[in-house]
């Protein structure tokens, strides 16, 4: 998919400043309590998704994550097919509080790669 200029320098600035963890990692993680966060919308997440992983969609995060997740110390890794999505959406988390925010990297698809 093209992006905007705007839109991607927006989301490459995001990426810049949360932590990553690798696909390779997420089940693990999850298995240690941390909650993998499907930010793509509702038909996306009925299609396919990481087993387990809780969706909130992108544009109704900020609104109800408190709701959903209250602890801010939640480990929470956010994702969407690739990159932008996911990473906008951990940016955000962070910005609210929630230190251990972070993105899948290459989400879903990457996670998909590695599961074969």
Same mark, same amino acid.
């Given at each position: 998919m093209n992006y905007t200029e705007k839109f991607q320098?927006?989301? /490459?600035?995001a990426r810049a400043r949360? /932590?990553?963890v690798l696909p390779e990692q997420v089940d693990e993680l999850v298995a240690n309590g941390a909650i993998a966060?499907? =930010?793509?919308?509702?038909e996306e997440h009925a299609k396919d998704h990481i087993p387990g992983s809780m969706n909130i969609s992108r544009g109704k995060l900020e609104m109800i994550?408190?709701?959903?997740?209250?602890?801010?110390?939640?480990e =929470?890794?956010?994702?969407?097919?690739?990159n932008n999505r996911g990473s906008l959406s951990a940016a955000s988390l962070?910005?609210?509080g929630y230190v251990n925010a972070k993105v899948?990297?290459?989400g879903l698809g990457a996670y998909r790669q590695l599961k074969g």
């Open positions: 320098a927006m989301c /490459d600035a949360i /932590d990553a966060l499907d =930010i793509r919308d509702s994550v408190e709701g959903k997740i209250p602890d801010l110390h939640t =929470i890794l956010c994702y969407c097919n690739a962070r910005d609210m899948i990297a290459g």
